[in-house]
């Protein structure tokens, strides 16, 4: 992201202060997909940020995005808010925030893979409250929903986390949400979690290895599990075993390899009596990464399932150009198709796209 600080004058005129700071970023794509999009799609975004610094060492901070362009095959949308009005106050160890933030038990909780209990509610269009601060070491916070179509607020949550010497932990709660606590509307389009849910994790090393034991409840039905990370020089071994109430057990093995120009990683998991197994791989040459890929089992939901290529060209400056071909096996149509290792999301067939951010 680059700032584009704006002259004093203009700055008093926009901000109401000689010393705030506001700065501007933004992102834009450009691409073309065969399928899923079925020809050119675009999207623009743009970020404005204001921040002025107060007394006693704390900071007032507004962010607000805007949706330039979004354009694909029967979606045409032109300059909309983005609805990530972000306002904080803070001051280094307490923080008020309130709109596009996370819930305080789905940002503090780091538990085991694959638990089905700790479903934590994200965000979904509604804004979040927030009061967090640091406590000898112990990070938390507190929040709360707010429905933007009554003002409303509901489903209150907790998270904590910290360190003692060797020993880490996490715990979250959140609480229930009942009809009469939350508007119609929201309800009725499916908007809000309403699970009350507690979990905790602990986790330490020894012998080498990064073990994780963690335990969610969520209205009677229970997760417990245990997950093992082992590095043997640039591989890493990896498992995991959920004990599961509700569902079939979830459990799962990997091994992933990282060194100079290339990362691979092959794993299988059974996830509530359903097997899925991946290996993929990426190999930089210098400003060229090429990724290879395939994804495969037996669930009849999983849209990740499928082989795929990626060509990534750096331009430098924050812009890239990706070729990506995607072979999607079980469900059709995807447009978040997740890769083993790099992180994309590609769409389903041929894509060719250019990024940008500044």
Not at 37 to 62: F, H, I, K, P, R
Not at 66 to 88: C, G, H, P, V, Y
Not at 144 to 170: A, H, M, R
Not at 286 to 309: P, R
């Amino acid at each position: 992201m680059k700032k584009i600080l704006l002259s004093s004058a203009a700055i008093v005129a926009f901000a109401g202060a000689a010393s705030a700071d506001v700065s501007f970023s933004g992102s834009a794509t450009l691409g073309y997909n065969d399928d899923h999009t079925d020809g050119v799609y675009a999207d623009v975004d743009l970020d404005v940020t204001m921040s002025q610094e107060l007394n006693n060492g704390w900071t007032a901070t507004v962010t607000y995005g805007f949706e330039l362009e979004e354009f694909s095959s029967n979606n045409d949308d032109d300059f909309t808010s983005d609805d990530n009005l972000t306002l904080s106050l803070s001051n280094g160890t307490y923080a008020l925030t309130f709109g596009d933030t996370e819930y305080a038990a789905a940002e503090y909780f780091s538990g085991v893979s694959e638990m089905d209990e700790d479903n934590f509610s994200a965000v979904d269009g509604e804004d979040v409250l927030k009061v967090s601060g640091m406590f000898g070491g112990i990070e938390g916070a507190i929040s709360t929903g707010v429905d933007t179509d009554t003002g409303e607020t509901f489903q209150t949550s907790v998270g904590v986390k910290g360190e003692f010497g060797n020993v880490s932990f996490s715990a979250a709660y959140q609480e229930a949400v009942t009809a009469a606590e939350s508007s119609a509307d929201a309800i009725a389009n499916g908007d809000y979690t309403y699970e009350e849910i507690f979990a905790l994790a602990v986790g330490t090393s020894f012998a080498g290895a990064d073990v994780t034991v963690a335990y969610a409840d969520s209205e009677g039905e229970s997760s417990t599990g245990i997950e093992v990370s082992y590095p043997v020089g640039d591989i890493t071994l990896g498992a995991f075993y959920v004990s599961e109430t509700a569902l079939d057990d979830n459990y799962g093995v990997s091994v992933a390899y990282a060194a100079n120009a290339i990362e691979a990683k092959a794993y299988y998991k059974s996830l509530n009596g359903s097997d899925e197994y991946g290996l993929g791989g990426s190999y930089t040459m210098d400003e060229l990464v090429l990724t290879v890929g395939y994804v495969d089992g037996d669930s009849l939901t999983d849209d990740d399932f499928g082989a795929y290529f990626i060509a990534e060209y750096d331009l430098g400056g924050g812009a890239s150009v990706l070729a990506s071909y995607a072979d999607q096996t079980n469900v059709g149509g995807g447009d978040d198709i997740d890769t083993v290792v790099g992180g994309y999301e590609l769409l389903d067939g041929t894509t060719v796209a250019l990024s940008l951010s500044f």
